[in-house]
């Protein structure tokens, strides 16, 4: 083989050793790798959704106002909070970490004000009676269909599962930015940007928790409201 | 960026108490003992179990004191109950599947010499490492407490098979016997077990990505490195979507969801919904589980036979003193084994009522799988054809191997072709099927990696004779088990039923369930020469060298056993591939991988040698 007896001429020529092959440190790799596995995850629970939801009658409850505009404004919090984690990052990779801990702090921030907002939303459906179990009785006779069939209990199962496991995952990371911002003059410029990657990916997981729990279940007619 | 070099970042002394050197070690080596160690306990007691299992079905109502007092609700008066034997199936299942067949190969060999292949110091991240350990056995405690604690006054544990099939499994206590607390911690155990192997996995992939040491280009790694590495590249895959069902599975348990329960369910002469013992349950669906379960659960059976696979490959080649036959699409294979190894998991459903349009889609996949192990196994003759081959314990273990994949393989072919699969679905032709290939030939390569890599973890030999007794009555023996299972399936014998006796077609197979027994228990007997060789050849063992089998690869460059850093600070340095066996012109019949150039071979070339890439 040709390859064979052109690498007689290079020992060792395409790996010489010493640095990262893949230009990238372990804690690094080791927090993609974390990621990659997460998303599976999270991809079981929407997969397990999308399959539930289609096999079942489901109830499409949320107004405009308050669920809407409420889980809106969380959105708008984490699409925030990567926001100010950039320019963390950003700061920390000019040197510049008593900036970069300021933006982080930002981070926080909004990832908690996320997390309080989501809380006072899951209250006011929890009063309305939605349980992982059941639906509320106006919210059955709202969405029986016209032949008799009855909306599925799991939206609630499904609802808390998904948007819990989320937000026990804003939660985690924002335990793990104070973290970093309490350390962030001891810590390297790779181990804040790996944070924010943790904290980029649990933003990227509510982009799809978003689109497919709140705005596929819009009550679009305002069928609860009649 | 980071650019530092392994040593800056990874030198750690050697600790000096005793607790930071055997039980919460940083090493890779001890840790990779230690898995072994939870491997060695917990195929014990799998093993126990099976044995109960054989008894009974042969001799129905064998009284057994000792059980009666340890279950007296499974086994009152010592004698098993038909709600005990299931238990038991699902705790055989359970603990090999989990607790042998994923710790030992990859996260007890794989820990202990991933790093040296490679010439790493240690794994990438050593506190991980422990902690992926501790997590595990705290998940076998869990499990094995599960046996106990399975609600009133009664010891049986969960019931539900190492598939946890739903609904029975999502119901709880009203479902019946076994349904209780054991099967929460059934659940339990599992998503530990989970978090554990994904430490472990993101382990693995980092320390192979990242740690090669100077010339150990991806080409050049040995093939065992190459099995680890595609086995953590499964497990990071397929872990997280059983820990995302499992979260589901306890949440219809403990929180009354009914992700995986259908309505109108009739349970215990309960509808449901009409007792406050049964709340409503509706809209769930029991396949969605079995989509999950399978999901993770056929990647999960590569991650049992890859690792052997490497070891295999590695073993014959050095005993047959020959580089592997085909080293690059030995690379290519394990590759595809492992990416359509995602793609098939609906071949284990094809009775489950799912659409045949999606089951013939499953059944070409599965067939297709074929393609890959074909290339395997005849690169494996390849590698064995024209050899002198050295017929030691080890080879003859990775020979067994081939030999058991080979037999459990061909039934996989039948078993992937839903018209076939219908009538054979849940009998003992499966059981035959896959304990062959997925059981007993991942545990043949473990043999072979124990008796081959032994010399290196101790510093000792074990005993030749010894292992070659074990290895005769083994290999002899569980073809005798399981060659008589492919007969008792097509009779249309079904699994995990507790006793024949009430069957009149199936009495004439008596005298074999009989026979298995009878050989099961002399090959679980045998097993017990292992051990004693391990324990006595740890002490009294021939003194080994550093390279006792005249193999290539780098851990055979440093002591046995290496030193706390692997190679005494010095990183080796590789100039060519790992099985440069027999090259003409070569002073020995084997050329160790830090070996330099010399000047006749850059002259001339010869035939095997670091593939570029």
């Known amino acids: 083989m040709s390859t064979e007896a052109r690498a007689v001429h290079f020992p060792a020529a395409d790996w010489d050793g010493g640095v990262h092959p893949y230009r990238v440190g372990h804690r690094k790799l080791g927090m993609w790798l974390f990621i990659v596995s997460d998303s599976l995850t999270f991809?079981?629970?929407?997969?397990?959704?999308?399959?539930?939801?289609?096999?079942?009658?489901?109830?499409?409850?949320?107004?405009?106002?308050?669920?809407?505009?409420?889980?809106?404004?969380?959105?708008?919090?984490l699409l925030s909070s990567s926001l100010t984690m950039v320019f963390g990052v950003s700061a920390s990779s000019r040197g510049d970490k008593i900036l970069a801990r300021k933006w982080i702090l930002a981070t926080i921030f909004f990832g908690v004000a996320f997390i309080v907002l989501h809380l006072i939303e899951w209250n006011h459906l929890i009063s309305e009676?939605?349980?992982?179990?059941?639906?509320?009785?106006?919210?059955?006779?709202?969405?029986?269909?016209?032949?008799?069939?009855?909306?599925?209990?799991?939206?609630?199962?499904?609802?808390?599962?998904?948007?819990?496991?989320?937000?026990?995952?804003?939660?985690?990371?924002?335990?793990y930015l104070s973290v970093v911002a309490a350390r962030v003059k001891k810590l390297k410029h790779e181990d804040i940007e790996i944070s924010g990657l943790y904290w980029h990916f649990v933003d990227l997981v509510w982009m799809f928790v978003f689109p497919l729990i709140y705005i596929l279940s819009v009550d679009v007619g305002g069928h609860l409201a009649k | 960026m980071s650019v530092e070099t392994h040593e800056a970042v990874h030198r750690h002394e050697p600790p000096t108490s005793f607790i930071r050197k055997y039980i919460f070690s940083l090493d890779h080596k001890v840790i990779g003992i230690q898995y072994i160690l939870l491997a060695l306990v917990a195929v014990i007691v799998g093993m126990a179990m099976s044995v109960l299992m054989r008894m009974n079905l042969s001799w129905p109502g064998t009284n057994w004191p000792i059980l009666a007092t340890l279950f007296p609700g499974g086994a009152p008066g010592g004698v098993i109950n038909p709600e005990f034997y299931l238990s038991l199936v699902t705790m055989h299942g359970t603990i090999m599947v989990f607790f042998v067949l994923t710790t030992a190969p990859q996260g007890g060999f794989g820990n202990y010499f991933l790093p040296i292949q490679i010439g790493a110091e240690d794994m990438a991240f050593p506190v991980l490492n422990m902690l992926s350990f501790w997590v595990t056995l705290v998940g076998f405690i869990v499990i094995l407490s599960a046996i106990f604690f399975s609600g009133s006054a009664s010891t049986i544990g969960p019931i539900g098979?190492?598939?946890?099939?739903?609904?029975?499994?999502?119901?709880?206590?009203?479902?019946?016997?076994?349904?209780?607390?054991?099967?929460?911690?059934?659940?339990?155990?599992?998503?530990?077990?989970?978090?554990?192997?994904?430490?472990?996995?993101?382990?693995?992939?980092?320390?192979?990505?990242?740690?090669r040491t100077r010339g150990m280009s991806l080409m050049r790694m040995p093939l065992t490195c190459w099995a680890w590495f595609t086995t953590a590249?499964?497990?990071?895959?397929?872990?997280?979507?059983l820990l995302g069902g499992g979260i589901l599975l306890l949440l219809d348990r403990l929180a009354g969801t009914s992700f995986f329960i259908p309505g109108g369910l009739y349970v215990s002469g309960i509808l449901s919904g009409t007792n406050p013992s049964f709340p409503v349950h509706t809209g769930g669906s029991p396949i969605l589980w079995q989509h999950l379960f399978w999901f993770f659960g056929h990647p999960e059976v590569y991650i049992a036979i890859l690792p052997g696979m490497g070891a295999t490959s590695h073993i014959l080649s050095t005993f047959a003193r020959k580089p592997v036959f085909g080293y690059r699409a030995m690379v290519f294979a394990i590759f595809a084994i492992g990416l359509l190894g995602f793609f098939v998991w609906g071949h284990h459903m094809f009775i489950s009522g799912m659409s045949p349009y999606s089951a013939m889609t499953f059944s070409i996949l599965t067939l297709s799988i074929g393609v890959p192990s074909a290339v395997k196994t005849f690169n494996w003759l390849g590698t064995l054809w024209g050899a002198r081959i050295r017929f030691t314990t080890p080879m003859l273990f990775a020979i067994g191997f081939v030999s058991l994949f080979v037999a459990g393989g061909i039934t996989g072919l039948v078993l992937g072709q839903t018209s076939l699969d219908l009538p054979m679905h849940d009998t003992y032709f499966v059981l035959a099927h896959f304990h062959l290939v997925m059981g007993v030939a991942s545990i043949f390569g473990m043999f072979a990696a124990t008796y081959f890599w032994f010399p290196k973890m101790f510093g000792r030999m074990m005993s030749e004779s010894l292992g070659k007794i074990h290895f005769w009555i083994t290999f002899v023996g569980v073809y005798c088990i399981f060659v008589p299972m492919h007969v008792m399936g097509l009779v249309g014998m079904p699994r995990r039923y507790a006793q024949f006796t009430e069957y009149t077609f199936l009495t004439r197979l008596h005298p074999l369930v009989v026979f298995v027994s009878v050989v099961a228990i002399?090959?679980?007997?045998?097993?017990?020469?292992?051990?004693?060789?391990?324990?006595?050849?740890?002490?009294?063992?021939?003194?080994?060298?550093?390279?006792?089998?005249?193999?290539?690869?780098?851990?055979?460059?440093?002591?046995?056993?290496?030193?706390?850093?692997?190679?005494?600070?010095?990183l080796p340095v590789v100039y060519r591939g790992p099985y440069e066996f027999a090259v003409p012109g070569a002073p020995n019949d084997f050329v160790m991988q830090t070996e330099p150039e010399t000047e006749t071979e850059r002259v001339g070339g010869n035939g095997h040698n670091g593939h570029r890439h």
């Open chain 2, 233 to 241: 590249v499964l497990a990071l895959l397929s872990f997280p979507v």
């Open chain 2, 522 to 570: 002399i090959t679980v007997l045998t097993q017990f020469l292992f051990y004693f060789n391990l324990i006595w050849s740890i002490f009294k063992g021939k003194k080994a060298g550093a390279n006792p089998w005249d193999a290539t690869t780098l851990e055979w460059t440093t002591a046995s056993p290496p030193p706390h850093d692997n190679f005494a600070g010095v």
């Open chain 1, 129 to 175: 009676g939605v349980r992982p179990f059941s639906l509320p009785a106006h919210w059955v006779s709202t969405f029986t269909t016209t032949d008799g069939k009855l909306p599925s209990p799991l939206f609630g199962a499904t609802f808390f599962t998904i948007t819990g496991l989320h937000m026990f995952h804003v939660a985690t990371g924002a335990i």
């Open chain 1, 43 to 77: 991809s079981a629970l929407l997969m397990g959704y999308a399959y539930l939801r289609a096999s079942n009658v489901w109830p499409t409850p949320f107004p405009f106002y308050p669920s809407i505009v409420f889980s809106s404004v969380m959105t708008f919090c």
């Open chain 2, 161 to 211: 098979g190492w598939t946890g099939y739903a609904p029975l499994s999502a119901l709880g206590q009203i479902a019946g016997p076994g349904q209780g607390m054991g099967m929460n911690l059934w659940i339990i155990s599992i998503a530990i077990f989970c978090v554990g192997s994904l430490l472990g996995a993101l382990n693995f992939i980092t320390t192979l990505l990242n740690m």
